[in-house]
């Protein structure tokens, strides 16, 4: 992937944040972060991001209202979510909103290879990666 591609990382614990954002730029991808929903949209409003990778449950504003908003405004840019409560029905939740995909915590990298090539697959066929 090329480096000019970027991506929107929000989780409001840091270390997930970090892991995270080390292995999307191992992957080529530029990437933003942010801590929480709020603090994800004014920056989804700013920015054109390539996807974004959102945690559930977070502060402030959830995950699925989070989700909620970016299909609203931009339904063009995919999503994967994530989340540590596995089993609560959010994974199915945040799917049947529009997410890719919505991976369990902790995330392994053959996990995120898969959903990027969920999202590059549908990014070359000229449709939304979520249906």
Do not use: W
């Amino acid at each position: 992937m090329a480096a000019e591609s970027l991506v929107l990382a929000v989780d409001d614990e840091p270390a997930v944040l970090n892991v995270l954002e080390r292995i999307l730029q191992r992957e080529g991808y530029a990437v933003e972060t942010a801590v929480n929903g709020v603090d994800a949209m004014l920056r989804f409003i700013e920015t054109d991001y390539t996807f974004v990778m959102l945690d559930i449950a977070m502060p402030r504003m959830d995950g699925a209202d989070t989700l909620r908003l970016m299909k609203k405004l931009k339904p063009e840019v995919p999503v994967v979510t994530f989340t540590g409560h596995v089993g609560r029905g959010e994974m199915t939740e945040t799917v049947r909103l529009g997410a890719v995909t919505c991976l369990p915590k902790p995330i392994t990298i053959d996990q995120l290879r898969s959903a990027l090539d969920m999202i590059t697959v549908e990014a070359q066929r000229g449709t939304p990666a979520a249906g």
